[in-house]
């Protein structure tokens, strides 16, 4: 995530994240909220002004397929033998060692995820470079807009619980008594 941070795209509808659940229920309802809603009020939105757009709740739909299709894959462990392809690296005869080492010890993670993350944006995503920065000023403002968002939807779930009384307002009282 820092790396996209300092390397963001200049076209989002908002803030990118990743988020890691075990519980099955908590991915679907983290969908629902975060990417299917969103795309039907932007699609909603986009319509009542009368811009032309691309769908963005059939597109949720096919993000979603897929993910579930490769979720087998990705929510399991694995591991693999891969002895047979470090040894490799003792029979490569002197002479052929410089032009072929491949000892992964010296390459630096950080280095090559951001290589990676430019390269995939000038070369599949085609992002010119010039614009990186209007992306980096625009992921600033979906930043805050995230957080905004995210602090007004816990004031008004916190309302809403206490509001009705589902959470005693006892309850609000004893945690403000430890302070």
């Known amino acids: 995530m820092k790396t996209l941070e300092q390397y963001?795209?200049?076209e989002m509808l908002w803030r990118p994240t990743i988020k890691f659940t075990t519980c099955f229920y908590s991915f679907y309802i983290s969908t629902i909220i975060e990417q299917v809603l969103p795309a039907i009020f932007?699609?909603?939105l986009l319509d009542l002004i009368g811009k032309p757009h691309k769908r963005l709740l059939p597109l949720q739909q096919k993000i979603y397929v897929v993910t579930m299709?490769?979720?087998y894959f990705t929510t399991k462990a694995w591991k693999f033998d891969n002895s047979n392809f470090l040894g490799l690296i003792d029979k490569i005869p002197d002479v052929d060692?410089?032009?072929?080492?491949?000892?992964?010890k010296d390459i630096d993670v950080t280095?090559?995820?951001?290589?990676?993350?430019?390269?995939s944006q000038k070369y599949l995503f085609n992002v010119d470079e010039k614009k990186l920065p209007?992306?980096?000023k625009l992921l600033n403002r979906f930043i805050?807009?995230?957080?905004?968002l995210k602090t007004f939807g816990a004031t008004i779930l916190v309302f809403?619980?206490?509001h009705f009384n589902i959470i005693p307002s006892a309850f609000l009282h004893n945690i403000f008594c430890y302070f």
């Not at 280095?111 to 390269?119: D, V």
């Not at 805050?144 to 905004?148: F, K, P, Q």
């Open 144 to 148: 805050w807009m995230d957080r905004i």
């Open 69 to 71: 299709a490769l979720s």
């Open 160 to 162: 809403i619980l206490f």
């Open 8 to 10: 963001p795209f200049d």
């Open 97 to 104: 060692r410089e032009e072929f080492d491949y000892d992964f």
């Open 42 to 44: 932007f699609d909603a």
């Open 111 to 119: 280095e090559f995820i951001k290589n990676a993350t430019i390269g």
């Open 134 to 136: 209007f992306a980096k």
